[in-house]
């Protein structure tokens, strides 16, 4: 990165597990945060907040500038599988589904959108996961598909 370069884009990026299989247990899902935190760190990718749900992730990030945004999540889903499997936090082996949603999030609505993401066990009490992608997608204007994970 150049020290000449400066940026300040703030996405809220949302993953699920494969087949949206509910797999990670409350234990997992907080060592899986916790190596999120440290990751992201690591790779300069600022992680304002992250919450690990049992088949999906939601994680508030702005990335370094010379960093797409298909890097930074194929960073994080890469990384944080691999470290899944290697270090068996779960029975069987794990992956991630197939892309993410990438939603832009305005400096006024960081705190906004850090609330939602730490309320998500309240939340995923009345709504799935794919009814709440779906609301993204049409907040977004995205008409939404049937979500795939193959």
């Avoid at 990751?39 to 749900?53: C, I, M, P, Q």
């Avoid at 890097?71 to 892309?99: D, P």
Wanted: include cysteine; charge should be positive; glycine fraction near 6%.
């Amino acid at each position: 990165m150049s020290v000449h370069s400066y940026s300040r884009c703030w996405l809220h990026l949302i993953w699920g597990t494969l087949n949206r299989e509910k797999i990670l247990s409350t234990d997992a899902r907080v060592k899986v945060a916790r190596f999120l935190l440290e990751y992201a760190h690591s790779k300069d990718v600022l992680l304002r907040s992250v919450f690990v749900n049992a088949d999906h992730v939601h994680a508030l990030i702005d990335r370094p500038t010379g960093v797409t945004i298909e890097e930074a999540a194929q960073l994080l889903k890469g990384a944080s599988s691999h470290w899944i499997n290697q270090n068996r936090i779960v029975a069987a082996k794990f992956s991630w589904g197939k892309g993410y949603g990438a939603f832009s999030v305005s400096e006024s609505n960081v705190p906004k959108v850090v609330d939602y993401i730490a309320g998500q066990d309240e939340h995923h009490r009345t709504k799935s996961f794919h009814e709440e992608y779906a609301g993204f997608l049409r907040a977004y204007g995205i008409k939404p598909r049937e979500m795939e994970n193959r």
